[in-house]
């Protein structure tokens, strides 16, 4: 995911466009950070802090697990509109673009194909398929 995010970077944990909300290796925005109780802290401590990243992104991923499990259990392992539906590329999906465009995108049949912050298809997400990303079902 990091590659997709935040890739191009000599470290990607200080990855950051000017004055963007997206933070470090896997440009967690606002939202995800306030969700896992880390909207306090500043942009110096986090790119300054790669275990806090790795474990804000493990904390971020349950969340959108569990946001997705009903979506998850219903597709994964399907193939529908051209593309291979995995649980780890649902919720990498999900981290791109939130829970509800991904259920709106699964639950068109593929068809209603939700863009990113910068326009771009959040489908580029699925190729992260078939990763085992440890999450506590």
């Known amino acids: 995911m990091c590659q997709?995010?935040?890739g191009g970077?000599?470290?990607?944990?200080?990855a950051r466009r000017a004055n963007s909300q997206f933070w470090g290796k896997y440009q967690l925005g606002e939202y995800a950070r306030k969700s896992i109780n880390l909207n306090n802290v500043s942009w110096e401590e986090w790119k300054a802090n790669p275990?806090?990243?790795e474990a804000a992104l493990?904390?971020?991923?349950k969340i959108i697990y569990n946001?997705?499990?009903p979506e998850i259990k219903k597709y994964d392992g399907k193939f529908m509109g051209g593309w291979n539906i995995t649980e780890s590329g649902i919720i990498a999906m999900g981290h791109?673009?939130?829970p509800e465009p991904v259920k709106t995108f699964l639950n068109s049949g593929c068809k209603i194909?939700?863009?990113d912050g910068s326009g771009?298809?959040?489908t580029r997400f699925l190729i992260l398929g078939n990763y085992d990303l440890e999450i506590e079902k």
Do not use: H
């Not at 970077?9 to 200080?14: E, F, K, L, R, V």
């Not at 493990?58 to 991923?61: A, L, N, Y």
């Open 4 to 6: 997709l995010e935040s």
């Open 9 to 14: 970077t000599s470290n990607p944990y200080t």
């Open 51 to 53: 275990e806090l990243q």
């Open 58 to 61: 493990k904390m971020w991923i």
């Open 67 to 69: 946001d997705l499990k």
């Open 96 to 98: 791109n673009v939130g």
């Open 113 to 115: 194909i939700p863009k």
């Open 120 to 122: 771009i298809a959040a």
